[in-house]
């Protein structure tokens, strides 16, 4: 059979018929037209803004209009493995970044990303160090402690700041 222009039609279900209201109780949509018994929105010319909470203090009301700026990332630097490698010394601490000019004056915490590469070796002391570039300071010969007050002894327990061992569990 070939295809005629009298033949096109749309696929079953691809034109809906638009709903008539207010034909009539037994047209399912007549009496209230499908907008309810009462409250703002069954009344005629209710326009309700897409934004408005039925008078709770809307949203962009509520939100701060300012933006905001941890004080913690005010004083928290990142330092790439590549620069750990510029330090004159074998250690790697928070004073000795800041002697090196890597990190500003005013920073408390640094935390040193895997970027870079780092040729010999270095103890890392006191700084925040991402499980990748702890395993590349410990490949190139250098080892790493951890910052805060836990530090690992001998036998598996941790040392808490206090000076008491805790047992770990096994």
């Known amino acids: 059979m070939t295809m005629t222009l009298n033949s096109l039609h749309p696929a079953p279900g691809a034109k809906k018929r638009r709903k008539r209201v207010g034909r009539g109780v037994g047209s399912g949509v007549g009496k209230t037209c499908g907008r309810g018994q009462k409250g703002q929105k069954s009344r005629s010319g209710a326009k309700i803004r897409p934004w408005f909470e039925g008078?709770?203090?809307p949203l962009q009301m509520r939100v701060p209009k300012f933006g905001f700026r941890s004080r913690v990332g005010m004083t928290t630097a990142e330092v790439r493995l590549?620069?750990?490698g510029k330090i004159a010394g074998d250690v790697a601490d928070l004073a000795a970044l800041k002697a090196a000019n890597i990190v500003p004056r005013n920073t408390k915490?640094?935390?040193?990303m895997l970027s870079g590469t780092i040729e010999?070796?270095?103890t890392v002391r006191g700084l925040k160090i991402t499980p990748a570039a702890a395993a590349a300071v410990e490949a190139a010969?250098?080892?790493?402690?951890?910052?805060g007050g836990k530090a690992k002894s001998?036998?598996?327990k941790a040392m808490s700041a206090g000076g008491k061992t805790e047992a770990k569990a096994e």
């Open 109 to 112: 915490r640094v935390r040193v």
């Open 141 to 147: 010969g250098g080892k790493t402690e951890p910052a």
């Open 82 to 84: 590549g620069e750990i």
């Open 154 to 156: 001998a036998g598996g």
């Open 55 to 57: 008078g709770q203090l």
């Open 120 to 122: 010999r070796a270095v």
